[in-house]
């Protein structure tokens, strides 16, 4: 199984949008639910959404409204789709397996004007 690869970070102001992307295994795809994972500087982790096989999603309530989380089983990607953002919401993003504790390297999203 290969590690999962994040890109589409960058800095945006508040209020911007960001669209995070994912390239994972598809073995990942067929048989597990997959998530959105970030940590803040002197934070821990915390996870931020999550996809199930069947489309299932779960949210963290700091961003219920704002992120949308979508997978593309064909492509083998995972997204995750960042609309109003905050500060708050500066962070590295993870994708990943929970099950398997399987992550990527992370991408780094900075909020700032």
């Known amino acids: 199984q290969v590690q999962p690869v994040e890109s589409g970070g960058g800095l945006v102001q508040p209020g911007g949008s960001l669209k995070l992307s994912c390239a994972a295994s598809g073995d990942f795809f067929s048989f597990y639910t997959m998530a959105w994972t970030r940590q803040a500087p002197g934070k821990e982790r915390e996870l931020v959404a999550r996809?199930?096989?069947?489309?299932?999603?779960y949210y963290a309530d700091s961003v219920k409204g704002r992120f949308t989380i979508s997978r593309d089983s064909a492509k083998n990607m995972l997204y995750l789709q960042m609309n109003s953002l905050k500060p708050e919401d500066t962070a590295v993003y993870y994708c990943g397996v929970p099950n398997l504790s399987t992550w990527g390297q992370g991408t780094q999203v900075t909020v700032s004007s």
């Open positions: 996809i199930t096989v069947s489309r299932n999603e």
